[in-house]
Structures are given as C-alpha cells and as structure tokens.
C-alpha cells in the first residue's frame, strides 16, 4: 500500500495513470462509435445491436461500465490533483509567452475534460437510464431508434443534437492531444516537439468526432427516418 501511495503521490505517477486511463477510454470510444454508426444501415440493425448489448452480452457490458467509470474517475482526478500541483508550484505565475509546439487542443484540454465529464452524465441520464425521457419512454421496451429519432429530447431536438456535436468537438480536441502524449508518458513512442507528426492522432481525433457527431446530425436534418 505504501509503494501504491508513493506512486499515486507523485506527478509522474498521475501521468501514467492518466495515459493508460485515457488510452483505455480511447480504445472504448473507438468501439462505441461504430456501433453507433449502425444508425444508418437502419432502425432495425441498430435495434438489434442495442438487444445483444443489454440481453446476451449484459453481464460484460456491465463489467466495462465499472472498468470505464473507475477509468474516469481515476483520469479526473489525477487530472484535478496535477492541476493543483502546478498552481501550488507556482503562485506567483510565469511571464507570458507562446508556448513553441503547443496546440490549442493542449491549451484547452482542461476545459474540454470539463465539457465532457458534463456531456458524460448527461448521456448516462439521457440513453442509459432514460432518466431525462418522460416516463412513456423510460420502459426498456421503447427501442433504442426510436429514442434518438424522438422529436422531444431525441436528436431532432436542436438543442439536444447542438450539445451533442458540441461535446464531440470537445472529444475530437481532447483525443488529439492525448492519443499524442499517451504513448510518450508510458515511453512507448520517442519524445518529439514536432507537431508535423501529429497525423495518426489528428487522424482518429477526426474520425471519432466526426463519427459521432454525424448521428445526430443525420437525425436532425431529416437524413435519417
């Protein structure tokens, strides 16, 4: 316990448990979205994607919500305790600069987890528990496309849609930054300050954002019926 304490205590400790936490959530998001992307094949594929995930595979679905949600929990608040660290370490302030290879992803990464911790809860409450649907759709029954088409609180909603490809901006932003600096942190790819080799993490940052926000995008526009 002890030696957990040591490494938790340090800054390096909160990295690493930032990067793999962060890399697992990137490996989620991932299988997430094209499971999602089903919504265009049609109701009924989507449907039934939604029945294997709460009948056969309930049980496994279950077990990586308690692996993901601890996966957050542990990346927000090491998140959260560094932050204070670097405050704590520097009351006073540095003189203003421009940083030489920081991106504007890195410079808001902070409000971006902030964006999506918020965007997370909601979603939980929204097509999870349904808890935010009136009661005539919180019945397990009421299909998952039916949910998302809803003209009340489902994507044709421009308000729920707006947020929604909002939060996948804020995703796409927050994955390019940390798909980047993950595998150095864990010393699995060379340190370098070259933004030009970015690619592979601009690259999925873009696919998932996009991926994402296109459902209710569809949705909204009448694309998907």
């Known amino acids: 316990m002890q030696l957990v304490a ?23 998001v991932v299988v997430h979205m094209a499971g999602n992307l089903q919504v265009f094949v049609g109701a009924e594929k989507l449907n039934a994607y939604a029945d294997l995930l709460h009948g056969p595979l309930a049980e496994v679905v279950w077990i990586a919500r308690v692996v993901l949600l601890g996966a957050v929990a542990l990346h927000v608040t090491a998140a959260v305790q560094l932050t204070r660290q670097a405050q704590a370490a520097r ?46 759709l919180q019945d397990q029954s009421v299909k998952i496309f039916s949910l ?10 421009p308000l729920v849609a707006g947020f929604y490809v909002l939060s996948m901006a ?5 994955l390019f930054h940390g798909v980047w600096s993950s595998p150095r942190t864990l010393g699995l790819a060379p340190a370098t300050n070259d933004p030009i080799k970015r690619r ?26």
């Open 6 to 28: 040591r490494f938790w205590g340090s800054a390096l400790g909160k990295k690493l448990v930032m990067a793999i936490t962060g890399l697992l959530m990137v490996g989620f």
């Open 91 to 136: 009351p006073s302030g540095y003189a203003r600069r421009t940083p030489q290879v920081s991106t504007f992803a890195s410079r808001t990464i902070r409000w971006g987890g902030a964006l999506l911790l918020v965007f997370i809860v909601l979603h939980i409450l929204h097509f999870t528990t349904r808890t935010l649907f009136p009661a005539d």
């Open 148 to 157: 998302v088409t809803d003209e009340g609180l489902g994507f044709r909603n």
């Open 170 to 174: 804020g995703l796409g932003l927050h």
């Open 200 to 225: 592979l993490a601009l690259g999925l940052a873009v696919v998932v954002a996009v991926g994402f926000a296109a459902v209710p995008l569809a949705i909204f526009l009448g694309l998907v019926k």
